[in-house]
């Protein structure tokens, strides 16, 4: 525990309500690696009965965050268990209509269900928090129809809390960029094919090497145009003739047509502005 991590008042009184959720409970745990389900996954394995992390290795993510956690769990002795559901397979999630998420989400913790009633665990639990309600989040509508517990909902814990929390425990998670899938890149109504997927794959993986970027985003939108979110604090690594040559060949050699700067930065949900 970190003594350089002071908890108000109130933070302490979710801490402990949080606490006390995971007692005497067995638990499966949604887990990506990322910040949220990774101080959940935690959590549980200190004060709960039984604990199960489960990760979809899917390819809507980055590499990077399957072995991050692996890692953890790995760092805290939790059991795991990786599955793998390819959403691609799933003729209405490939539609990419507006409720894509929805669909995502329902297919895979219908699963987790089937696995939480074959281990006779007692409870799903997902890292959704309230910083994350606020948008379009259709995927949240797939979760209570399936009675999954939203800890964080249920204790009123922003992302801001979590990621202080996480310090406070000493978790290297508390400062991780946030990870969205790559099909958030993609408009609605638009297509996704693995090919799609690969090029924003590619494209991130190189801007965020070479130019030593840690948030960003390559949104791809029609007649293969990418669309790149930075960090405005990162603009600057950029904005150079030397790396618009070095993206524009990068880029064009994954398939993209045209390439462009967005002078918003990066920003969450930017797909869904209009919805």
């Given at each position: 525990?970190s003594v350089n991590v002071e908890l108000s008042k109130e933070l302490r009184e979710k801490?402990?309500?949080?606490?006390?959720?995971?007692?005497?409970?067995?638990?499966?745990?949604?887990?990506?690696?990322?910040?949220?389900?990774?101080?959940?996954?935690?959590?549980?394995?200190?004060?709960?009965?039984?604990?199960?992390?489960?990760?979809?290795?899917?390819?809507?993510?980055?590499?990077?965050?399957?072995?991050?956690?692996?890692?953890?769990?790995?760092?805290?002795?939790?059991?795991?268990?990786?599955?793998?559901?390819?959403?691609?397979?799933?003729?209405?999630?490939?539609?990419n209509p507006k409720n894509r998420c929805y669909v995502c989400k329902k297919n895979l913790?219908?699963?987790?269900?089937?696995?939480?009633?074959?281990?006779?665990?007692?409870?799903?639990?997902?890292?959704?928090?309230?910083?994350?309600?606020?948008?379009?989040?259709?995927?949240?509508?797939?979760?209570?129809?399936?009675?999954?517990?939203?800890?964080?909902?249920?204790?009123?814990?922003?992302?801001?809390?979590?990621?202080?929390?996480?310090?406070?425990?000493?978790?290297?998670?508390?400062?991780?960029?946030?990870?969205?899938?790559?099909?958030?890149?993609?408009?609605?109504?638009?297509?996704?094919?693995?090919?799609?997927?690969?090029?924003?794959?590619?494209?991130?993986?190189?801007?965020?090497?070479?130019?030593?970027?840690?948030?960003?985003?390559?949104?791809?939108?029609?007649?293969?145009?990418a669309r790149i979110e930075l960090l405005p604090e990162d603009m600057a690594k950029i904005?150079?003739?030397?790396?618009?040559?070095?993206?524009?060949?990068?880029?064009?050699?994954?398939?993209?047509?045209?390439?462009?700067?967005?002078?918003?930065?990066?920003?969450?949900?930017?797909?869904?502005?209009?919805?």
């Open positions: 525990m801490l402990h309500a949080l606490e006390n959720f995971f007692k005497g409970k067995k638990v499966l745990v949604a887990f990506s690696g990322g910040v949220d389900s990774s101080l959940l996954a935690y959590l549980s394995k200190k004060h709960a009965e039984k604990t199960l992390l489960i990760t979809n290795k899917s390819i809507l993510q980055p590499k990077e965050e399957l072995e991050d956690a692996l890692n953890l769990s790995k760092t805290h002795d939790i059991p795991h268990l990786l599955i793998e559901i390819n959403p691609l397979e799933n003729k209405k999630f490939i539609l913790y219908q699963k987790l269900v089937e696995i939480k009633e074959k281990e006779n665990l007692d409870v799903i639990i997902d890292g959704t928090n309230m910083s994350d309600i606020s948008g379009y989040r259709p995927g949240y509508a797939a979760l209570k129809e399936l009675n999954i517990s939203l800890p964080y909902i249920e204790f009123q814990i922003t992302k801001r809390e979590i990621r202080t929390l996480s310090r406070y425990f000493n978790l290297d998670t508390h400062a991780k960029p946030s990870i969205a899938c790559y099909a958030s890149r993609i408009p609605y109504n638009n297509l996704i094919t693995i090919e799609k997927i690969k090029m924003i794959e590619q494209a991130e993986h190189f801007l965020k090497k070479q130019f030593k970027l840690s948030q960003l985003r390559v949104r791809l939108h029609e007649q293969n145009l904005l150079n003739l030397q790396a618009f040559d070095q993206i524009k060949t990068e880029l064009k050699n994954f398939g993209f047509n045209y390439i462009t700067i967005d002078i918003e930065g990066f920003r969450s949900g930017s797909m869904d502005v209009n919805t």
